[in-house]
């Protein structure tokens, strides 16, 4: 656990966690998945009473939950992504659109179920801010040290170089919501998957231009129809991504969100033909 400002602290790790002591509270900022983590917080903490704060409801942000839960803590998830905490199989039928496959319903996209409050409903001494466009309903939080924890609004470029994509469910919205983190004030911005910045201005500059290549790739390579598995192909194999039985179901998700996004601005139609659904630019 490291000291960021005042009362306000992260644990680094796979996904960040936050923390921020007011008075006798303590608020933890996403479970992650390392255990060892929750329990030496709840070690350290002991006597406090200890509230979770949910940015959003992936599996890597929350799946202590319920280990948090079963040691007294009280949970509180954004109303928009209650369902998604209650039934822990929720992000897989989300992203196979029905009961989730297999390799949808390992610990990576699914969680044990807890029984969270609405963050709406619940007075904290810490801001929240709406950070939808990964996900439907994630948010932030700035604690009045002036740290902002951004969960998944974007990544460290690393971690883009590695994966090739920064996944979001609504491109449109995230690009939003990136440059008001650039219009924010804030002394530190802590990123769910990433260091803590105090200028996050070069890497979200990063995460805008990988997902404005790949619009304009799409733009430029879907004058001939294709169907939502050949674009995905065009695109992984242009920008080398490398997906597995799981991820190919986020990649999915994500080239999705961008033809969306194309299609809204009035870019790209689908067109259906029998029962094979294409792509193309719009002429």
């Known amino acids: ?5 005042g009362k306000t602290f992260y644990v680094p790790g796979t996904t960040n966690l936050g923390i921020f002591v007011h008075d006798d509270e303590v608020y933890l900022i996403d479970t992650g998945t390392d255990k060892k983590s ?12 200890l509230t979770v704060l949910n940015t959003h409801f992936h599996a890597d942000h929350c799946q202590n939950d319920y280990l948090a839960e079963k040691l007294g803590a009280r949970i509180l998830a954004p109303r928009k992504e209650y369902s998604f905490f209650v039934d822990g199989e929720m992000e897989g039928f989300y992203l196979y ?3 989730p496959a297999r390799c949808l319903r390992k610990s990576f996209f699914s969680i044990k179920p807890v ?8 007075s904290i001494p810490l801001k929240v801010i709406d950070l939808s466009g990964h996900s439907p309903g ?7 040290d002036g740290i902002l924890f951004s969960a998944d609004v974007f990544f460290s470029s690393e971690i883009l170089k590695k994966y090739g994509y920064p996944y979001h469910s609504d491109v449109g919205e995230a690009l939003v919501k990136m440059d008001e983190i650039l219009k924010m004030s804030f002394e530190i911005v802590v990123p769910s998957h990433g260091k803590p910045l105090t200028d996050p ?17 799409l733009l430029e390579n879907l004058k001939q129809p294709g169907s939502l598995e050949e674009v995905m192909k065009l695109l992984g194999e242009r920008f080398e991504i490398t997906i597995s039985e799981g991820t190919y179901y986020l990649f999915r998700s994500y080239v999705s969100s961008l033809l969306e996004y194309l299609e809204r601005s009035g870019d790209v139609v689908g067109i259906l033909k029998g029962y094979h659904y294409s792509w193309k630019i719009k002429s």
């Open 115 to 122: 029984s969270p409050d609405f963050l709406e409903n619940v």
């Open 38 to 49: 929750v329990k030496s917080i709840f070690e350290k903490f002991n006597g406090k009473r």
């Open 201 to 217: 201005e070069r890497e979200i500059n990063f995460n805008r231009k990988v997902i404005e290549n790949h619009l304009n790739f």
């Open 138 to 144: 994630m948010v932030g939080f700035l604690t009045p």
């Open 97 to 99: 659109s029905a009961r």
């Open 1 to 5: 656990m490291e000291v960021l400002r």
